[in-house]
């Protein structure tokens, strides 16, 4: 079983920044394909963003333009750079390794207005 640990989240006010990361235990970091989710009160968990083992991106609509996904494979670790936060953006976000179907614990990040 892969281990994923988020780290970063915290409480920003509108039009702020905050850096998420994802450490994971996996013995060969580089061949999977990771992505991001999150879980706003009340509503299902929905994808933001996701990269593929050769660095490939992909993005919900509604963060396209101020969130980055990033990898760096020597250190095991996703990034999820978001900017331009909004209140719409609050939630738990969570790590998701889908070759090992695993999810890290997740981390809170507030929007307020």
């Known amino acids: 079983q892969v281990q994923l640990v988020e780290s970063g989240g915290g409480l920003v006010q509108a039009g702020g920044s905050l850096r998420l990361s994802c450490a994971a235990s996996r013995t060969i970091f580089s061949i999977t394909a990771m992505g991001w989710y999150r879980q706003a009160p009340g509503k299902q968990r929905e994808p933001v963003a996701a990269?593929?083992?050769?660095?490939?991106?992909t993005y919900a609509d509604s963060v396209k333009g101020r969130f980055t996904i990033s990898r760096d494979n020597a250190k095991k670790t996703v990034y999820l750079q978001m900017n331009s936060l909004k209140p719409d953006d609050t939630g738990v976000y969570y790590c998701h390794d889908p070759g090992s179907s695993s999810w890290g614990q997740g981390t809170q990040v507030t929007v307020s207005s």
């Open positions: 990269i593929t083992n050769s660095g490939i991106t």
